[in-house]
């Protein structure tokens, strides 16, 4: 690619555009687009923004490059980054040039360079950081080829975050870390970032001028850990009331967020109004169509946190309050963007299959953000067609999809990486949608990829005939994991062919870890055969029983059958799966051969005699260790419950010990590693808390997110608990492990004295020690302590060998 004239690199990059797309939507989202670039800040801001982003990056290098935004034109009428070497370079001038058509554009350039011609590496603090040992000192950047690198982007829009990312990752963000992830956003290339942060606020002064009081708004947000729940009309109240501090905070910082976003040149996401709204507005406006929903993963129906209230769309009082909290947006941020995204029918079906009626509904939709905005594009998740297909058959479909002006609804095929939608709906008939990768649920920490999918599948899409993509996106709902899952997928959006993933990660490795190590390369080949390269077409969710200990009653199955179920794996089709048998036990999800990642890590532990002062090698190594010990775990659970059902109590204690030694080992490998520590994610918690009162409530919203989550009873877990499972040490040995002592202990004592397994008293105690850990005030640390290689040789050798 480097080595191409640049006249026909621009060539082989717009003919997959030009030859794909339907007749309609060219002209409509190209006026969008248009529309969008003349809001963007002056040549001279943005220049300015993406110096500055170079000097938290690589400060020592700032005057080694010059930064030029340039018109669409020069780079055939599309958005493109431009690298060349500087001309009359001298000792005191830059050495490369970096052109591009918006300040993200010229950041993407920098990245691509870095990457390509320095074998540098960036990734989130918590993946490792980056690497930047390998570039060159200022004087000696290589030089690009003689025309230079052009690459345009063959779809105009990168987006990123799922609306559930706010509260699984960014919830406990100051904007130290914020400025970081845009940065890393630029870098990227993402200019189509969703911008949640402080709506409460917004919706506490427009609500209060529909008379709504404070109080009454005390029960309808939901707390720190759980706002994404309550804005989508899931839950109210639950770890609530948001204090002042944290509306005016929370503000303040959306300010910052959105006018850093602007001046690199991106387009914000906002929120608008998806009908969701508190109690009191039905005896304010008691004609109003307002309809209580049912329950949403409650114990028992508590109305105290279930059944919300949502005003229906064909209401005139839906655009009313539409139309004033878009106002309220513009008067509070200016007029940032002409892009807000609604979710009325996320898990929650219309009252009707009437297509005559959807329409309508998405007609109102609409119409409340128009009327503020004249120009307003509404973004849509596609989850729904989905994970509701049932309901949401073509005639639903289409009429969803048309109740709005052509080009004005973008759809996100939110699941694209697994199950896409596109194939299966005519590119949603005719309208615009982004091809996306879900990837993680809950912030799960679990190594998982499709590489070979990501690679391919937005090429498919966007050649495909009558193609309505119009970009990529990521959409997991929680960061900061997998790192090599989130280099390669944003790159799609640069890469007019397929990417040959094998070659891609011998480069990845190279520049990860500032050096060729041969024992990487191939760990990394095993990597990309194995585990990232799942084809089961399963939603990956950790469930493993560490982290998700099961909830059941082993002496209600049939242990003949029982004790044939085996973690061992078996090759069909060309894809390693579970042996499948009858039993109401949860099974942990695996799509890869065990033998597999246990020689990668072996590789990895060789590896550590030339890269042992590395941190992404040093992250990599604790996350592959933590991988196959925690799939590890998973047989001697089995085995243990296998003892139990054969009553032989000796095996039993023999393996129900083992799984607890393996957790606590596995706790103090991930206390040897900076990124997986709970201390990390509790303290900047309370950090944000102005008072006691308010430290208090932010710890146990922290706690209570990745542990019960949602309510219990004396007797019954969360629906929701271990949903945001983390392998974080401190969680391991204060949590997860009394959860399994406590267990296993009384299937011991069962079997000791012949007495039937109470599962009720299980739970009883443990949902006890539960609550009290959750109320807790112990502090951990926050800095590793130990040799992550020397602990992992030992583990390996203790386990595997």
């Not at 083992?658 to 997986?676: T, V």
Request: hydrophobic fraction near 40%.
């Amino acid at each position: 690619m480097f080595d191409s004239k640049l006249s026909f690199l621009i060539l082989l990059l717009l003919l997959p555009l030009s030859s794909s797309t339907s007749s309609s939507s060219p002209q409509a989202i190209e006026s969008l687009v248009k529309r969008l670039d003349t809001q963007r800040p002056s040549p001279l801001l943005q220049e300015s923004a993406a110096k500055a982003l170079l000097k938290r990056l690589l400060p020592t290098h700032l005057s080694s490059f010059q930064f030029k935004l340039i018109s669409k034109d020069a780079c055939g009428g599309y958005s493109c980054f431009w690298i060349t070497n500087y001309q009359n370079s001298s000792n005191k001038s830059p050495e490369i040039t970096i052109q591009g058509t918006t300040a993200v554009e010229i950041a993407s350039g920098l990245h691509w360079y870095l990457k390509y011609l320095c074998d540098a590496h960036v990734s989130w603090d918590k993946t490792g950081g980056v690497q930047i040992a390998s570039i060159p000192p200022p004087g000696s950047l290589p030089p690009v080829k003689e025309h230079g690198i052009m690459i345009q982007r063959p779809v105009p829009w990168n987006y990123y975050q799922n609306v559930v990312t706010s509260s699984y990752s960014y919830v406990w963000w100051d904007w130290e870390r914020w400025e970081k992830e845009i940065d890393w956003m630029a870098l990227q290339g993402i200019n189509l970032p969703l911008a949640f942060t402080g709506q409460e606020s917004i919706w506490q002064k427009v609500f209060m001028d529909f008379n709504i009081s404070a109080q009454d708004l005390n029960n309808f947000f939901g707390g720190p850990a759980f706002l994404a729940w309550a804005r989508m009309g899931n839950l109210h109240a639950w770890g609530g009331p948001l204090s002042q501090n944290w509306l005016d905070q929370q503000l303040v910082l959306q300010k910052q967020i959105l006018s850093r976003m602007i001046e690199l040149g991106m387009t914000p996401v906002l929120p608008s109004f998806s009908g969701n709204v508190p109690e009191a507005l039905r005896e304010i406006f008691p004609s109003a169509n307002i309809t209580r929903l049912g329950d949403w993963n409650t114990v028992d129906k508590n109305p105290r946190w279930c059944c919300t209230y949502l005003l229906d769309p064909s209401d005139p009082l839906f655009i009313q309050i539409g139309e004033a909290f878009i106002k309220k947006q513009i008067k509070e941020y200016g007029d940032v963007t002409d892009i807000y995204n609604c979710d009325t029918f996320n898990e929650n079906s219309p009252p009707t299959s009437d297509p005559a009626y959807i329409s309508s509904l998405g007609s109102a939709v609409y119409e409340a953000m128009s009327k503020a905005d004249k120009n307003a594009v509404w973004l849509m998740q596609g989850w729904l067609f989905y994970s509701d297909s049932s309901f949401w058959k073509p005639p639903q479909m289409k009429a969803l999809l048309h109740s709005v002006p052509f080009g004005k609804m973008i759809v996100l095929d939110l699941f694209a990486d697994v199950k896409p939608v596109w194939e299966s709906s005519s590119q949603f008939y005719g309208t615009p949608y982004v091809w996306c990768m879900l990837h993680n649920f809950g912030g799960n920490i679990e190594m998982y990829g499709v590489l070979d999918t990501l690679a391919s599948g937005p090429i498919v899409a966007r050649v495909s005939d009558n193609s309505t993509m119009v970009g990529v996106g990521m959409c997991m709902e929680g960061i900061e994991h997998n790192p090599v899952v989130y280099e390669l997928m944003p790159e799609m959006a640069f890469q007019k062919n397929k990417v040959h993933v094998e070659e891609w990660l011998k480069v990845y490795s190279r520049r990860r870890y500032g050096k060729t190590v041969k024992q990487a390369e191939e760990a990394w080949e095993i990597l990309h055969r194995s585990i990232y390269n799942c084809s089961d077409g399963i939603a990956d969710h950790n469930t493993d029983y560490i982290v998700k200990f099961p909830d059941w009653d082993p002496s209600l199955d049939n242990y003949s059958s029982f004790s044939k179920r085996s973690l061992i794996t078996t090759h069909i089709n060309q894809r390693h799966v579970l042996s499948e048998v009858k039993s109401t036990l949860p099974q942990p999800h695996l799509w890869y051969s065990i033998h597999d990642s246990i020689n990668a890590l072996k590789l990895f532990i060789e590896a550590g005699k030339d890269l042992s002062g590395s941190l992404t090698y040093r992250y990599d190594l604790v996350d592959l260790t933590r991988q196959v010990l925690s799939k590890f775990a998973n047989q001697v659970y089995i085995d243990a419950i296998t003892a139990f059902q054969h009553k032989d109590a000796k095996a039993l204690k023999f393996h129900s010990q083992k799984f607890e030694e393996l957790i606590i080992d596995i706790d103090e490998l991930l206390a040897a590693d900076d990124n997986f520590l709970l201390g990390t994610w509790l303290e900047s918690a309370k950090n944000l808390a102005l008072n006691s009162h308010e430290k208090q409530q932010y710890e146990w919203n922290a706690r209570t997110q990745v542990t019960m989550w949602y309510d219990t009873t004396r007797t019954n877990q969360s629906q929701l608990h271990d949903y945001a499972n983390k392998f974080w040490s401190g969680l391991l040995v204060d949590y997860y492990l009394p959860r399994a002592s406590i267990y296993f202990k009384r299937l011991y004592e069962s079997l000791r004295e012949n007495k039937k397994f109470e599962v009720v008293e299980w739970r009883k105690e443990w949902i006890s020690y539960s609550n009290k850990w959750q109320q807790g005030t112990k502090v951990y640390p926050v800095k590793a302590e130990g040799d992550a290689l020397e602990i992992s040789k030992l583990l390996f050798k203790k386990y595997l060998e």
